[in-house]
Protein backbone atom coordinates (compact mmCIF):
# COMPACT_ATOMS: atom_id res chain seq x y z
CA UNK A 1 0.00 0.00 0.00
CA UNK A 2 1.44 3.33 -0.79
CA UNK A 3 0.02 6.97 0.29
CA UNK A 4 -0.14 9.59 -1.61
CA UNK A 5 -0.90 13.57 -0.77
CA UNK A 6 -4.86 15.35 -2.10
CA UNK A 7 -3.32 17.16 -5.08
CA UNK A 8 -0.80 14.50 -6.03
CA UNK A 9 -3.06 11.63 -5.96
CA UNK A 10 -6.53 13.37 -7.38
CA UNK A 11 -4.56 14.80 -9.89
CA UNK A 12 -3.24 11.47 -10.98
CA UNK A 13 -7.23 9.79 -11.07
CA UNK A 14 -8.48 12.96 -12.97
CA UNK A 15 -8.46 10.54 -16.06
CA UNK A 16 -9.67 7.99 -14.93
CA UNK A 17 -11.94 8.81 -11.92
CA UNK A 18 -15.46 8.96 -14.18
CA UNK A 19 -14.66 5.75 -15.16
CA UNK A 20 -14.07 3.62 -12.45
CA UNK A 21 -16.29 1.62 -10.38
CA UNK A 22 -16.76 3.89 -7.37
CA UNK A 23 -18.97 2.96 -4.57
CA UNK A 24 -18.91 5.99 -2.64
CA UNK A 25 -19.87 7.63 -5.86
CA UNK A 26 -22.67 5.35 -6.83
CA UNK A 27 -23.61 5.21 -3.58
CA UNK A 28 -23.75 9.06 -3.29
CA UNK A 29 -25.57 8.97 -6.60
CA UNK A 30 -28.73 6.96 -4.71
CA UNK A 31 -28.77 9.27 -2.31
CA UNK A 32 -29.29 12.83 -4.14
CA UNK A 33 -31.76 11.32 -6.55
CA UNK A 34 -33.97 11.39 -3.14
CA UNK A 35 -32.59 15.35 -2.57
CA UNK A 36 -34.57 18.25 -3.61
CA UNK A 37 -32.46 21.13 -3.22
CA UNK A 38 -33.98 24.76 -3.39
CA UNK A 39 -32.65 27.76 -4.77
CA UNK A 40 -30.77 29.33 -7.95
CA UNK A 41 -27.15 29.25 -7.31
CA UNK A 42 -25.24 26.33 -5.47
CA UNK A 43 -21.36 26.20 -4.68
CA UNK A 44 -19.96 22.47 -4.34
CA UNK A 45 -16.48 22.80 -2.21
CA UNK A 46 -14.54 19.50 -3.35
CA UNK A 47 -15.93 19.52 -7.09
CA UNK A 48 -13.51 17.34 -8.76
CA UNK A 49 -14.71 16.39 -12.12
CA UNK A 50 -17.99 18.38 -11.91
CA UNK A 51 -19.95 15.03 -11.84
CA UNK A 52 -22.48 16.94 -9.43
CA UNK A 53 -22.91 20.04 -11.94
CA UNK A 54 -25.92 18.60 -14.09
CA UNK A 55 -27.66 17.41 -11.29
CA UNK A 56 -28.37 21.26 -10.24
CA UNK A 57 -28.95 22.76 -13.82
CA UNK A 58 -31.44 19.85 -14.41
CA UNK A 59 -33.18 21.29 -11.19
CA UNK A 60 -33.34 24.80 -12.45
CA UNK A 61 -30.25 26.57 -11.02
CA UNK A 62 -29.07 29.06 -12.73
CA UNK A 63 -25.54 28.97 -11.62
CA UNK A 64 -23.45 26.50 -10.37
CA UNK A 65 -19.62 27.01 -8.65
CA UNK A 66 -17.29 24.22 -8.18
CA UNK A 67 -13.73 24.35 -5.61
CA UNK A 68 -11.13 22.03 -6.47
CA UNK A 69 -7.94 22.04 -5.14
CA UNK A 70 -6.74 19.64 -7.57
CA UNK A 71 -5.85 20.96 -11.33
CA UNK A 72 -6.43 18.10 -12.89
CA UNK A 73 -9.81 17.36 -11.82
CA UNK A 74 -10.73 21.00 -12.39
CA UNK A 75 -9.27 20.30 -16.23
CA UNK A 76 -11.39 16.81 -16.11
CA UNK A 77 -14.57 19.34 -14.65
CA UNK A 78 -14.25 21.70 -17.59
CA UNK A 79 -14.34 19.39 -20.08
CA UNK A 80 -16.76 17.88 -18.53
CA UNK A 81 -19.52 20.50 -18.13
CA UNK A 82 -18.45 23.28 -21.08
CA UNK A 83 -21.75 25.68 -19.74
CA UNK A 84 -21.94 28.96 -19.31
CA UNK A 85 -24.28 28.41 -15.89
CA UNK A 86 -21.02 26.70 -14.19
CA UNK A 87 -17.49 27.84 -13.27
CA UNK A 88 -14.69 26.08 -11.40
CA UNK A 89 -12.35 27.61 -9.46
CA UNK A 90 -9.29 26.46 -8.00
CA UNK A 91 -8.59 27.35 -4.30
CA UNK A 92 -8.86 25.02 -0.98
CA UNK A 93 -12.19 24.40 -0.16
CA UNK A 94 -11.31 25.47 3.20
CA UNK A 95 -10.12 28.79 2.11
CA UNK A 96 -12.03 29.72 -0.90
CA UNK A 97 -11.42 33.98 -0.74
CA UNK A 98 -14.65 36.08 -2.49
CA UNK A 99 -17.49 33.68 -3.36
CA UNK A 100 -20.70 34.31 -1.36
CA UNK A 101 -24.54 34.31 -1.53
CA UNK A 102 -25.16 31.12 -2.40
CA UNK A 103 -28.71 29.20 -1.57
CA UNK A 104 -26.40 26.58 -0.35
CA UNK A 105 -23.63 24.31 -0.57
CA UNK A 106 -22.57 20.58 -1.46
CA UNK A 107 -19.25 18.51 0.58
CA UNK A 108 -19.45 15.39 -1.73
CA UNK A 109 -16.94 12.36 -0.24
CA UNK A 110 -14.62 15.80 0.86
CA UNK A 111 -14.48 15.57 4.82
CA UNK A 112 -12.90 12.47 4.70
CA UNK A 113 -9.39 13.92 3.81
CA UNK A 114 -9.55 16.31 6.09
CA UNK A 115 -8.10 15.70 9.80
CA UNK A 116 -10.07 18.71 11.33
CA UNK A 117 -13.39 19.54 9.00
CA UNK A 118 -14.16 23.07 11.12
CA UNK A 119 -12.66 24.46 8.37
CA UNK A 120 -14.38 23.55 6.05
CA UNK A 121 -17.30 23.84 7.56
CA UNK A 122 -16.81 27.44 8.27
CA UNK A 123 -15.92 27.91 4.43
CA UNK A 124 -19.30 26.81 3.40
CA UNK A 125 -20.69 29.16 6.21
CA UNK A 126 -19.05 32.43 4.45
CA UNK A 127 -20.11 30.84 1.01
CA UNK A 128 -23.83 30.28 2.16
CA UNK A 129 -26.36 32.58 2.61
CA UNK A 130 -28.16 33.15 6.12
CA UNK A 131 -31.18 30.45 5.61
CA UNK A 132 -29.51 28.60 3.36
CA UNK A 133 -28.65 24.88 2.74
CA UNK A 134 -25.67 22.67 3.59
CA UNK A 135 -25.11 18.93 2.15
CA UNK A 136 -22.98 16.54 3.09
CA UNK A 137 -22.60 12.75 2.24
CA UNK A 138 -19.64 11.42 3.19
CA UNK A 139 -18.03 7.66 3.59
CA UNK A 140 -20.19 6.10 6.98
CA UNK A 141 -17.93 6.00 9.33
CA UNK A 142 -18.61 2.13 10.48
CA UNK A 143 -17.09 1.97 6.98
CA UNK A 144 -14.08 3.38 7.88
CA UNK A 145 -13.57 2.22 11.04
CA UNK A 146 -13.40 -0.92 9.21
CA UNK A 147 -10.67 0.06 6.62
CA UNK A 148 -12.53 1.89 4.06
CA UNK A 149 -11.08 4.84 2.70
CA UNK A 150 -10.11 6.59 -1.28
CA UNK A 151 -7.54 4.22 -3.01
CA UNK A 152 -7.27 3.97 -6.76
CA UNK A 153 -5.42 1.81 -9.09
CA UNK A 154 -2.00 3.61 -10.52
CA UNK A 155 0.16 1.69 -13.01
CA UNK A 156 -0.71 -1.25 -11.27
CA UNK A 157 -0.42 -0.45 -7.61
CA UNK A 158 -3.20 1.18 -5.05
CA UNK A 159 -2.75 4.83 -4.02
CA UNK A 160 -4.25 5.53 -1.05
CA UNK A 161 -5.59 9.16 -0.47
CA UNK A 162 -5.23 10.73 3.37
CA UNK A 163 -7.93 9.55 4.81
CA UNK A 164 -9.53 10.58 8.83
CA UNK A 165 -13.17 9.09 10.42
CA UNK A 166 -15.51 11.84 10.98
CA UNK A 167 -18.97 10.41 12.50
CA UNK A 168 -22.27 12.81 13.10
CA UNK A 169 -21.56 13.98 16.15
CA UNK A 170 -17.99 14.95 15.10
CA UNK A 171 -19.40 16.64 12.25
CA UNK A 172 -22.32 18.51 14.33
CA UNK A 173 -19.79 19.83 16.83
CA UNK A 174 -17.51 21.14 14.28
CA UNK A 175 -20.54 23.34 12.59
CA UNK A 176 -20.31 25.61 15.62
CA UNK A 177 -22.72 28.24 15.39
CA UNK A 178 -22.67 28.50 11.89
CA UNK A 179 -25.41 26.08 10.89
CA UNK A 180 -28.56 24.37 12.30
CA UNK A 181 -28.27 20.27 11.81
CA UNK A 182 -31.48 19.41 10.22
CA UNK A 183 -31.12 15.43 9.95
CA UNK A 184 -28.61 12.75 9.69
CA UNK A 185 -29.37 9.38 7.49
CA UNK A 186 -27.26 6.41 7.43
CA UNK A 187 -27.13 5.40 3.65
CA UNK A 188 -27.27 0.96 3.76
CA UNK A 189 -25.04 -0.41 0.86
CA UNK A 190 -27.15 -1.07 -2.28
CA UNK A 191 -25.19 -4.01 -4.61
CA UNK A 192 -27.78 -2.54 -7.72
CA UNK A 193 -26.13 0.60 -7.28
CA UNK A 194 -22.52 -1.01 -7.47
CA UNK A 195 -21.02 -4.30 -7.84
CA UNK A 196 -18.32 -3.83 -5.09
CA UNK A 197 -21.20 -2.68 -2.72
CA UNK A 198 -22.42 -6.31 -2.77
CA UNK A 199 -19.69 -7.76 0.12
CA UNK A 200 -21.15 -4.83 2.08
CA UNK A 201 -24.85 -5.91 2.14
CA UNK A 202 -26.63 -4.98 5.41
CA UNK A 203 -24.12 -2.36 6.45
CA UNK A 204 -24.03 1.14 6.45
CA UNK A 205 -22.18 2.21 3.37
CA UNK A 206 -22.46 6.30 2.97
CA UNK A 207 -23.42 8.98 5.57
CA UNK A 208 -25.65 12.23 4.55
CA UNK A 209 -26.66 15.18 6.67
CA UNK A 210 -28.57 18.32 6.15
CA UNK A 211 -28.10 21.50 7.69
CA UNK A 212 -29.33 24.95 7.57
CA UNK A 213 -27.36 28.49 7.90
CA UNK A 214 -27.93 30.05 11.10
Given at each position: ???????????????????????????????????R????????????????????????F????G????????????????D???????????????????????????????E????L???????????????????????????????????????????????????????????????V??????????????????????????????
Open positions: MRSTDVVSGYDLWAQSYDHCDNPLVAMTGVAMRRWPEGRRAIELGCGTGRNAPFFLARGEAYVVDVSPGMLAQAARNVPPRVRFVHADAAEVPGLCGFDGALLSLVLEHADVAPLASAARAVRPGGWLQIFEIHPRWRAQGGRAHFDHEGEDLYLPSYLHDAAAIHAAMADDWALVSTDWYADPAASPKLGRRRGQPALLELSAVRA
